[in-house]
């Protein structure tokens, strides 16, 4: 048995076991469920990997929406630069909080529908799709 913080790993029993129960997602995997170390791990990495992965992807969407639009990239520039204290007073900054919020509203982070083979040249709005490719609906 080897101990971790609040936690006791059972490497020769594939356990893992927590000292006090939070009543949290971890607690709920070890104390409700019949998965071994290795599958409570994994679950636990995959919903790291997944969350850091929509937030990067999100991120992105924000920077180039930002990079196309210089006049709200300086609003809040300004209105970042007049708060004082950060940590605390970072709700004043509305149009910050008011462009996370259309970022989030405007981007899609996974494709919502199964991919779709373009079957013919064509081009829609401007931009040429070519015999072939590969669109996410």
């Known amino acids: 048995m080897k101990e971790y913080g609040e936690f006791e790993f059972d490497f020769a029993k594939n356990q893992l076991k927590r000292k006090v129960d939070n009543g949290s997602y971890i607690d709920f995997l070890i104390n409700e469920t019949d998965m071994n ?3 409570i791990m994994s679950d636990i990495a995959l919903a790291v990997i997944a969350g850091t992965n929509t937030t990067s992807k999100a991120l992105e969407y924000a920077f180039v929406l930002l990079s196309q639009n ?4 300086e609003q809040i520039y300004n209105e970042i630069k ?3 204290d950060h940590m605390n007073n970072i709700t004043k900054a509305s149009v910050l909080r008011a462009f996370i919020q259309e970022v ?3 981007s899609v982070v996974s494709p ?3 991919p779709h083979e373009a079957t013919k040249n ?3 709005d401007g931009y040429s799709i070519s015999k072939g ?3 996410h609906t």
Not at 70 to 73: D, E, S
């Open 70 to 73: 210089v006049f709200i990239q």
């Open 82 to 84: 007049e708060i004082d």
């Open 104 to 106: 989030l509203r405007l």
């Open 37 to 39: 170390l290795d599958e």
């Open 133 to 135: 490719a590969i669109i």
């Open 112 to 114: 919502l529908g199964m």
């Open 122 to 124: 064509i081009e829609i």
